[in-house]
Structures are given as structure tokens and as C-alpha cells.
């Protein structure tokens, strides 16, 4: 087939709006400035206030770092296009929101695992907590997190890079990598196995350790005393609903790119690809927000 230089893609989802582009491009914009404020705001109550230098709002912190991040690497990129009468964007742009995007994915997964191993300890072995919860090693829990999660999501750039496209049309409001991999003329063997291992394992080892942790925490729900069973609801709820609510989105976000989606309606294809970047960066503070604000209500007696 006659393959192409591709300098730039076509971002074949967007449909005409007419006027009503000014109200999206409000919505969107005030949806970021929502984001950007509920995040920041979290993360300097929990830096300001002494009380909040805990293991469990430490990597709270590193979740809330990386709704900022994520959104950043969709919101501007989205309030552009949609001003836009042309929806095009270069290579090597695409290539950097593929890589904030899928990191952003995997960060996410990544934090809630190891706050679900939080909680394991802090229900399970409060005794011993402090023991195996150090601030040495929460910095190495939240680096690691955060350094693998990057060269894991670098991989598929360097494979996607030297590809020969015959076309550079993708059906979708940003950048993806599988819709790239499908325009090449040559065997993506290579990619799709590597997409495939990589999405699995990144799912596969946060999901085993967050049932892991759940049914020791079970277990220890139903033998313990009633405050036991409250102190793990209480703190377990929060994170049991974000972990659904971002997995419902990813679960769909994978099934669009691996399989033909075309029997469902475009604008429903746009807002469920977009739900699991848009609704998980506000869902979150605003989960925890409340849920801190009544801990910190009760250590100051109201």
C-alpha cells in the first residue's frame, strides 16, 4: 500500500456546532477552572495543615498531582479544537498527548493500588503501621509510581514513531495510539502485542492487589468491633467509588479502541471516551474533599 509522510492528523469526530461551539467551549472551560481549583485547593490544605502529614492524604496529594496533570493534557488541547472550524494537530503533539494521557491512566491505577494497600495496613495492622508506612517510604511508593508509569507509557511512542501511515484520520476528539497503529502499512505485530501485555499488566497488578487488600479488610470488618467496621467504611467508600468510577470509564475507553463501536451514536462514542479524563478529575477532590472536611471537623470536636 502507498504509504504517506504524515505531518499532522485530522480529528474526524468533531461535528459541526454552529454557534453553539461559544456554550461548549464555556462548559469545557469552566469544567477545567472547576478542576484546576478543587485540586489545588486540596493540595494546600493537606501541605498547610500538620494534622493532614499522613501516609493516606500524602498519596491523596500525589492523586490530586496527577488529576491536574491529566486534565492539562486534555482541557486546552479540547478548548482549542473546539474554536476550531479545522481540526487538525501536528505529529509530534499528538505523540505528547498520547504519552500524558495513557501515563495519566496508569498513574491513576497505579495510586489507587497502593491506597488500597494504605488502608490495608491502617485496618489490618494498626499496631504495626507506622512501622512499615515511613515517609521514606511513601516518597519511594510515590516515585516509583509515578517514574514507571512514564517509562511504561514511553514504549508505545518510540513503536508508533517510525511507522509508515497510509492516512492520518482518526476517529476520535484527541489523540490515540491504537487508532495511530491502525493507519500504519506495515505489520503492527510488534505494537499490538506490547499494547496488549502493557494495558493488561498495568490493570491486572492493581486490580489483584486491590482485592487482596479488600478481602483481608473484609475479613477483618466482619470479626472486629462495630468502630472498626465504621473506620473501614469510612475510609474505604471514598476509594472503593473512585476506583469504579475510573475503571468504568477505562473498562469503555479500551473496548472503543480494540473493538468497532460503529452501531453506537458518535456524540454517546465522544462523551463516554471523554467521561473517564473529564469526570474523574472532579469526582475525586470532590469525594475526598467532603470526606476530609468531616475528619477534620471531628479532630477539632464540631
Not at 515517609?135 to 512514564?150: C, D, F, G, N, P
Not at 495511530?180 to 498495568?202: D, F, M, P
Not at 472498626?228 to 469504579?244: N, Y
Amino acid at each position: 500500500m502507498n504509504s504517506t509522510e504524515v505531518s499532522y492528523f485530522t480529528l474526524a469526530a468533531y461535528f459541526h456546532t454552529g454557534v453553539f461551539k461559544y456554550l461548549f467551549f464555556m462548559i469545557v472551560m469552566s469544567l477545567y477552572l472547576l478542576i484546576i481549583c478543587a485540586n489545588v485547593l486540596l493540595i494546600v490544605v493537606i501541605c498547610l495543615n500538620r494534622s493532614l502529614h499522613e501516609p493516606m492524604y500524602l498519596f491523596l496529594c500525589s492523586l490530586f498531582v496527577n488529576e491536574l496533570y491529566g486534565s492539562t493534557g486534555l482541557f486546552p488541547f479540547l478548548l482549542v479544537q473546539i474554536l476550531s472550524d479545522i481540526h487538525t494537530v501536528s505529529v509530534p503533539f499528538c505523540f505528547l498527548q498520547i504519552f500524558c494521557l495513557y501515563s495519566y491512566a496508569c498513574i491513576e491505577f497505579f495510586n489507587l493500588a497502593i491506597m488500597s494497600y494504605d488502608r490495608y495496613l491502617a485496618i489490618c495492622y494498626p499496631l504495626q503501621y507506622n512501622i512499615h508506612m515511613t515517609h521514606s517510604r511513601i516518597t519511594v511508593l510515590i516515585a516509583l509510581t509515578w517514574s514507571y508509569a512514564s517509562i511504561l507509557c514511553m514504549a508505545p511512542i518510540a513503536l508508533i514513531a517510525p511507522l509508515q501511515l497510509c492516512g492520518n484520520i482518526l476517529n476520535k476528539v484527541y489523540c490515540d495510539n491504537y487508532y495511530i497503529v491502525k493507519l500504519a502499512c506495515v505489520n503492527t505485530t510488534v505494537n499490538n502485542i506490547y499494547g496488549l501485555v502493557a494495558t493488561s499488566l498495568t490493570i491486572l497488578c492493581a486490580v489483584i492487589l486491590i482485592l487482596y487488600t479488600y478481602i483481608k479488610i473484609l475479613k477483618v470488618c466482619f470479626s472486629g468491633c462495630k468502630q472498626t467496621r465504621q473506620k473501614a467504611i469510612s475510609t474505604c467508600t471514598p476509594h472503593l467509588a473512585s476506583l469504579l468510577n475510573f475503571s468504568f470509564g477505562a473498562f469503555f475507553e479500551i473496548l472503543q479502541s480494540r473493538f468497532d463501536m460503529s452501531n453506537i451514536p458518535n456524540k454517546l462514542r465522544i462523551f463516554l471516551s471523554l467521561y473517564w479524563l473529564t469526570c474523574q478529575p472532579l469526582f475525586n477532590p470532590l469525594l475526598y474533599g467532603l470526606n476530609m472536611s468531616r475528619e477534620l471537623a471531628n479532630d477539632a470536636g464540631v
